[in-house]
């Protein structure tokens, strides 16, 4: 089996608790060749950890290694785009995490790059390579008619559970200069995508691409593009946020806040007359924590629930080990920067819902 060469761009929480321990799992198939960061202890202390020799600080330089295969993009999201084209540029496919970006000028730009170069680039929406999601995918075709479905993301704050589950590693070496640079990147990306905005619409926004791009992402797997934005409403800053789907014949609802409780209730479930199909999702950040496909159904007299398990093995393994099949047998992904695109317009959609609907709730 070929090993994917992969240099390595953010080394913070998501690197540290998932992708680096998977892609040592999976050393059939890949090798860390390269990492990159912006805080030098960080750098140092993963690079040791990792025996990796090719240190970077700067995440452009990383994709001009010549040997690199494929670059993984883990970075803040302000900076991906241009993460993204560098190493697209250079020839190598890409796995980046979501969002991939923060306006439509940068999806445009990324797809660009990628065609005149002729690679690959997925985005990692990791439940959606979930076996349950896929399997409940196949549940929903043969649903018939839909009634309803209910699209959750209620948590706590990651640090919640990071602090009781894993050990990461942060530094207080970065420059203030780049801190700033972060601030004003957000601040001119978020204004090119959405115009001049109130800050709890911006708030918003950054959560609709953060948490709720893998809601969105998997609704329109499930359903398809909404039709419409009938209503949306938001509050405590653009942290909570409600919307209603218009789609044929039916309404879809996105639920979704960030609160202080130590849960995580992340699920997806679409109602039919006489049968409903969830996808329910726990923590990424506990690896191996099950998804599970629950199923209801009336037949006759009898009412029945059936919860399956596809398996113990973590949505983001098999999304690496697509990743893999993507890069080294020419597969397409299903997560491609259009299917992104999508979700950047649903967005969009959204925030002109809760403008129509004069701005947050009174707290």
């Known amino acids: 089996m070929k090993r994917v060469r992969v240099g390595i761009i953010g080394l913070g929480e998501v690197a540290q608790i998932v992708h680096l321990p998977i892609l040592e799992a999976l050393s059939d198939r890949f090798e860390i060749a390269a990492v990159c960061d912006i805080s ?80 690959r680039v997925m985005v990692a929406y990791m439940r959606r390579f979930a076996p349950a999601f896929v399997q409940a995918v196949a549940e929903v075709r043969g649903l018939g008619k839909i009634n309803y479905a209910r699209v959750r993301d209620i948590i706590g704050p990651n640090r919640l559970i990071i602090e009781q589950s894993s050990v990461v590693h942060r530094f207080d070496d970065v420059s203030p200069a780049a801190t700033r640079d972060r601030a004003e990147r957000a601040e001119r990306l978020v204004r090119e995508a959405i115009g001049e905005a109130a800050p709890d619409v911006i708030g918003a926004y950054r959560f609709l691409l953060g948490l709720n791009s893998h809601d969105i992402s998997a609704m329109r797997e499930l359903l398809g593009f909404p039709r419409r934005v009938l209503a949306a409403a938001h509050w405590n800053a653009g942290r909570f946020i409600t919307a209603i789907f218009a789609y044929d014949g039916y309404c879809a609802v996105l639920e979704s806040g960030v609160d202080e409780q130590r849960r995580f209730d992340a699920h997806i479930e679409v109602y039919g007359a ?35 398990r596809p398996t113990y093995k973590d ?46 709730l009174a707290s």
């Open 315 to 360: 949505p983001y393994t098999h999304e690496l080990e697509y990743f893999h099949d993507v890069v080294t047998k020419g597969v397409s992904p299903k997560t491609t920067p259009e299917d992104f695109q999508d979700d950047l317009r649903i967005a969009g959609m959204i925030i002109a819902a809760l403008r129509a609907n004069s701005g947050a």
């Open 274 to 308: 006489t049968k409903s199909v969830r996808v329910q999702y726990d923590s990424p950040y506990i690896r191996h924590l099950p998804t599970t496909l629950v199923v209801h159904e009336t037949v006759g007299d009898a009412y029945a629930e059936r919860v399956t």
């Open 40 to 119: 030098p202890g960080l750098l140092q202390l993963i690079g040791d950890r990792y025996a990796v020799d090719a240190h970077y600080d700067d995440p452009i330089a990383l994709t001009r290694q010549p040997d690199l295969d494929a670059v993984f993009v883990l970075n803040s999201d302000e900076y991906h785009a241009d993460c993204v084209i560098a190493a697209a540029g250079q020839g190598k496919h890409v796995l980046v995490e979501k969002p991939m970006c923060l306006s439509p000028a940068e999806a445009d730009a990324i797809i660009r790059a990628r065609d005149e170069a002729g690679v």
